[in-house]
């Protein structure tokens, strides 16, 4: 008899009212595929409660907040059976079920806490003073799961969110620590550095911010030069009369005082240039000497030469670099101030560039007065030294400002090293464990932790006694599955289990007195129980314990004679095992199929399941998918090739499908996946030159380099395609082309290097 539909599955677990499962019929092979926590664990619980008339599995998994009680329809071979008002209606005989349940009845006697209620393989024959002594043990063990009851009420109450992934044991041992607050601030900037990583290297540190300064000191010293050898009243007639010459007069007159000298050989004194006429005695001349002297001209030079140095340093794109330099501080402070302590950069720049345009206005008015009469002794005005004032304070604020932002750089530069070399997983675990340490230590969750630890205390006092009455009893029972030894190794051995069983015997535990055995591991034994050294809890991994769960299962169902009428489910086999396990657990279940009824196989690991999927008979085999339906689940049919294709063929499929028709819609993903394509073809035909993490530019130079050489690696013709082909898909990438988004794509050229992308990955 097989189970033909999940009919009807209401107010139990995440299943309100599913009807969906009717539609989906259920084969030889049925493979059930759901996240965690979506109800794969209630479906077992169904078919084991069905399987042994066990109403209890199914009400205790009423469905929160359900106003009706808990109604199953399964649809068997024979007719439905149906669960309603708290019974079945008839029983699926012949169901065996491995799940958590069969793990903690099976595997873990004299390890868990409340295993006295789990000795199903390890059931006790006990003598009259065995009862006795076992009826003290009970009393012990109905005392810890007192405890056990308090216990779980007091972890309940300490918030799950605050703990975060720690558990209460872990939770409530954590130490108080100092300043916690500034520990998980500086701990939120190192995470957020690290994240940003590439960001911050890539960021520049602070650069100077400076206003040129006026030179007052220098300026009033120029502007209170004259020449004391020439009066003011002679200068302005010379003046007035080099005016009345008319354009050019002043280069002239000052030609010909050149050549006084020229003129005046042979003679015992100065003669005019043009007439030879003595003029020694003229006063003109000697006002045309002074006026034409050197000391003069220099003065005047000065004076412009001053004005051409204001403008140079104070004006045209000096006040424009300025503000755009204080725009950069800007934006380089508020992204700093993310990761380390960065002063705030408030320039009002249009203030500043009030005042300096004012201050370079008033100095320039000055110099242009000065110009026009450079032998005025002059001096800057209040007015214009106000104005320098003024514009100097913004000068000194802005100093003020560029050191503090340079000495940010220091700590800006620790902030780029810590953040290179960061571990994020590290640093998100810091960041968690501060969070806890301060919740732990804080109101009301102190007190929480308190009750807890206490209430623990108390367990293990109760432990430490029922360990005595253990100690107690007497061995009065031989070994209850001698037959299924050899069966067990068996499937160890093909499990790849690094460990076998032996030294099976009896043994007293809290439960009482059960059948026991010991470990093997590298022929040494390891017993399922120690006070100290090697045991079963410290010696076996978890997966190492599901491989054992498994074996027994398996070796159980070898010793049913009435194997071949089993409904066999089996939920969730790969918890925590290893790959090379993975194969041989999908290997025991094609060897189980052909000898059951039926198998039903549920999983949260997809590649598990796909692996069944792929080697089963197609007319015996069915799958199944647990989907979230609002608050709740549902089933629905699984098309289990989806989840079997990888991203390679996905994009090999969309590159043939657009060379075949051609859909515009797809053109970008399609540019985009040439690369990807590429790198897997090199990856797997060259994997010793192109190792994981390699990029094709550098592959590329290396092939080049050794072209006719012993260890070439790709042809001329070869490398010059894949340049080619790279150079095309590079332009569909971030990091290769900022405007990868918007590349334009032309539907001819992006054809054709799919055509030669594809046929360069099918080379030998």
């Given at each position: 008899?097989?189970?033909?539909?999940?009919?009807?599955?209401?107010?139990?677990?995440?299943?309100?009212?599913?009807?969906?499962?009717?539609?989906?019929?259920?084969?030889?092979?049925?493979?059930?595929?759901?996240?965690?926590?979506?109800?794969?664990?209630?479906?077992?619980?169904?078919?084991?409660?069905?399987?042994?008339?066990?109403?209890?599995?199914?009400?205790?998994?009423?469905?929160?907040?359900?106003?009706?009680?808990?109604?199953?329809?399964?649809?068997?071979?024979?007719?439905?059976?149906?669960?309603?008002?708290?019974?079945?209606?008839?029983?699926?005989?012949?169901?065996?079920?491995?799940?958590?349940?069969?793990?903690?009845?099976?595997?873990?006697?004299?390890?868990?806490?409340?295993?006295?209620?789990?000795?199903?393989?390890?059931?006790?024959?006990?003598?009259?003073?065995?009862?006795?002594?076992?009826?003290?043990?009970?009393?012990?063990?109905?005392?810890?799961?007192?405890?056990?009851?308090?216990?779980?009420?007091?972890?309940?109450?300490?918030?799950?969110?605050?703990?975060?992934?720690?558990?209460?044991?872990?939770?409530?041992?954590?130490?108080?620590?100092?300043?916690?607050?500034?520990?998980?601030?500086?701990?939120?900037?190192?995470?957020?550095?690290?994240?940003?990583?590439?960001?911050?290297?890539?960021?520049?540190?602070?650069?100077?911010?400076?206003?040129?300064?006026?030179?007052?000191?220098?300026?009033?010293?120029?502007?209170?030069?004259?020449?004391?050898?020439?009066?003011?009243?002679?200068?302005?007639?010379?003046?007035?009369?080099?005016?009345?010459?008319?354009?050019?007069?002043?280069?002239?007159?000052?030609?010909?005082?050149?050549?006084?000298?020229?003129?005046?050989?042979?003679?015992?004194?100065?003669?005019?240039?043009?007439?030879?006429?003595?003029i020694s005695g003229s006063p003109l001349i000697q006002q045309y000497q002074a006026y034409f002297s050197e000391a003069y001209e220099g003065l005047k030079a000065a004076i412009t030469q001053a004005g051409h140095d204001v403008k140079a340093t104070h004006g045209g794109e000096v006040p424009v670099a300025f503000e755009r330099s204080v725009r950069v501080a800007v934006q380089r402070g508020e992204f700093w101030r993310t990761f380390t302590d960065v002063p705030v950069v408030d320039v009002d720049t249009a203030a500043v560039a009030c005042m300096w345009n004012a201050a370079r206005e008033a100095v320039l008015a000055v110099l242009r007065a000065k110009a026009a009469a450079p032998l005025e002794a002059m001096e800057l005005s209040s007015e214009t030294v106000a104005a320098i004032d003024s514009y100097n304070v913004q000068r000194l604020a802005i100093n003020n400002l560029s050191i503090a932002l340079l000495a940010c750089n220091t700590p800006i530069a620790v902030v780029k090293e810590q953040a290179a070399a960061a571990n994020i997983d590290t640093l998100v675990a810091d960041l968690a464990r501060k969070q806890a340490v301060r919740a732990r230590h804080s109101d009301p969750v102190v007190a929480l932790c308190a009750d807890y630890l206490a209430e623990k205390a108390a367990k293990t006092a109760t432990e430490d006694l029922r360990r005595q009455a253990r100690d107690s009893l007497d061995n009065y029972r031989q070994n209850i599955f001698p037959a299924y030894e050899a069966a067990i190794n068996t499937y160890l051995q093909r499990f790849n289990a690094g460990f076998r069983l032996g030294a099976v015997c009896s043994v007293?535990?809290?439960?009482?007195?059960?059948?026991?055995?010991?470990?093997?591991?590298?022929?040494?034994?390891?017993?399922?129980?120690?006070?100290?050294?090697?045991?079963?809890?410290?010696?076996?991994?978890?997966?190492?314990?599901?491989?054992?769960?498994?074996?027994?299962?398996?070796?159980?169902?070898?010793?049913?004679?009435?194997?071949?009428?089993?409904?066999?489910?089996?939920?969730?086999?790969?918890?925590?095992?290893?790959?090379?396990?993975?194969?041989?657990?999908?290997?025991?279940?094609?060897?189980?199929?052909?000898?059951?009824?039926?198998?039903?196989?549920?999983?949260?690991?997809?590649?598990?399941?796909?692996?069944?999927?792929?080697?089963?008979?197609?007319?015996?085999?069915?799958?199944?998918?647990?989907?979230?339906?609002?608050?709740?689940?549902?089933?629905?049919?699984?098309?289990?090739?989806?989840?079997?294709?990888?991203?390679?063929?996905?994009?090999?499929?969309?590159?043939?499908?657009?060379?075949?028709?051609?859909?515009?819609?797809?053109?970008?993903?399609?540019?985009?996946?040439?690369?990807?394509?590429?790198?897997?073809?090199?990856?797997?035909?060259?994997?010793?030159?192109?190792?994981?993490?390699?990029?094709?530019?550098?592959?590329?130079?290396?092939?080049?380099?050794?072209?006719?050489?012993?260890?070439?690696?790709?042809?001329?013709?070869?490398?010059?395609?894949?340049?080619?082909?790279?150079?095309?898909?590079?332009?569909?990438?971030?990091?290769?082309?900022?405007?990868?988004?918007?590349?334009?794509?032309?539907?001819?050229?992006?054809?054709?290097?799919?055509?030669?992308?594809?046929?360069?990955?099918?080379?030998?």
């Amino acid at each position: 008899m097989t189970v033909e539909r999940l009919q009807l599955v209401r107010n139990v677990g995440q299943f309100d009212s599913v009807t969906a499962g009717a539609q989906i019929p259920l084969t030889k092979l049925t493979l059930i595929y759901a996240e965690n926590g979506r109800g794969k664990t209630t479906l077992s619980a169904i078919l084991r409660s069905a399987g042994g008339n066990d109403p209890q599995l199914v009400m205790e998994r009423r469905r929160l907040g359900a106003t009706h009680d808990p109604h199953v329809v399964l649809a068997l071979g024979a007719g439905p059976i149906v669960f309603e008002n708290g019974v079945w209606s008839n029983t699926l005989p012949g169901v065996a079920v491995f799940d958590d349940a069969f793990v903690a009845s099976n595997v873990c006697s004299g390890m868990e806490i409340d295993t006295a209620h789990r000795q199903n393989l390890h059931e006790l024959i006990l003598g009259a003073q065995g009862v006795a002594l076992n009826s003290v043990l009970q009393n012990h063990v109905a005392r810890i799961e007192e405890h056990n009851r308090t216990l779980r009420q007091r972890e309940s109450a300490i918030p799950a969110a605050v703990r975060g992934a720690l558990s209460v044991d872990a939770f409530c041992a954590l130490p108080a620590a100092p300043d916690i607050d500034g520990a998980i601030a500086e701990a939120e900037r190192n995470l957020s550095a690290a994240r940003s990583a590439d960001v911050i290297r890539q960021q520049a540190e602070f650069m100077p911010l400076k206003l040129p300064e006026f030179d007052i000191t220098g300026l009033n010293a120029l502007l209170a030069r004259t020449l004391s050898d020439l009066q003011a009243e002679a200068a302005a007639r010379v003046r007035t009369h080099l005016r009345s010459l008319g354009r050019g007069g002043e280069a002239w007159v000052s030609d010909g005082m050149g050549r006084i000298a020229s003129a005046s050989a042979g003679y015992d004194h100065d003669v005019c240039p043009f007439c030879a006429l003595e003029i020694s005695g003229s006063p003109l001349i000697q006002q045309y000497q002074a006026y034409f002297s050197e000391a003069y001209e220099g003065l005047k030079a000065a004076i412009t030469q001053a004005g051409h140095d204001v403008k140079a340093t104070h004006g045209g794109e000096v006040p424009v670099a300025f503000e755009r330099s204080v725009r950069v501080a800007v934006q380089r402070g508020e992204f700093w101030r993310t990761f380390t302590d960065v002063p705030v950069v408030d320039v009002d720049t249009a203030a500043v560039a009030c005042m300096w345009n004012a201050a370079r206005e008033a100095v320039l008015a000055v110099l242009r007065a000065k110009a026009a009469a450079p032998l005025e002794a002059m001096e800057l005005s209040s007015e214009t030294v106000a104005a320098i004032d003024s514009y100097n304070v913004q000068r000194l604020a802005i100093n003020n400002l560029s050191i503090a932002l340079l000495a940010c750089n220091t700590p800006i530069a620790v902030v780029k090293e810590q953040a290179a070399a960061a571990n994020i997983d590290t640093l998100v675990a810091d960041l968690a464990r501060k969070q806890a340490v301060r919740a732990r230590h804080s109101d009301p969750v102190v007190a929480l932790c308190a009750d807890y630890l206490a209430e623990k205390a108390a367990k293990t006092a109760t432990e430490d006694l029922r360990r005595q009455a253990r100690d107690s009893l007497d061995n009065y029972r031989q070994n209850i599955f001698p037959a299924y030894e050899a069966a067990i190794n068996t499937y160890l051995q093909r499990f790849n289990a690094g460990f076998r069983l032996g030294a099976v015997c009896s043994v007293n535990n809290r439960g009482g007195s059960s059948c026991t055995y010991s470990v093997l591991i590298n022929n040494v034994a390891v017993s399922l129980t120690a006070d100290a050294g090697p045991s079963f809890r410290n010696t076996l991994s978890s997966g190492d314990r599901n491989t054992l769960a498994l074996a027994f299962f398996f070796a159980s169902l070898d010793q049913d004679s009435q194997l071949a009428q089993k409904v066999v489910v089996i939920d969730d086999p790969m918890t925590s095992l290893d790959e090379h396990r993975s194969l041989t657990t999908v290997q025991e279940v094609r060897r189980m199929l052909g000898r059951v009824s039926q198998i039903i196989v549920l999983s949260h690991s997809k590649p598990f399941l796909c692996a069944l999927w792929e080697g089963a008979d197609t007319a015996e085999r069915s799958a199944v998918i647990i989907r979230r339906e609002g608050t709740g689940s549902t089933l629905s049919a699984w098309d289990v090739r989806q989840d079997c294709i990888t991203e390679h063929d996905r994009r090999h499929a969309l590159v043939v499908t657009y060379v075949q028709a051609g859909n515009p819609a797809t053109e970008r993903q399609v540019a985009a996946a040439l690369r990807p394509i590429l790198e897997a073809f090199i990856r797997v035909a060259y994997p010793a030159s192109f190792p994981p993490e390699s990029l094709l530019g550098p592959f590329i130079g290396v092939c080049q380099q050794r072209l006719g050489s012993a260890n070439q690696i790709l042809s001329q013709a070869d490398v010059v395609e894949l340049r080619a082909l790279l150079d095309y898909a590079n332009r569909f990438h971030h990091d290769t082309n900022p405007a990868w988004e918007t590349a334009a794509i032309n539907d001819q050229e992006l054809t054709h290097f799919c055509h030669r992308t594809l046929a360069f990955a099918q080379r030998a």
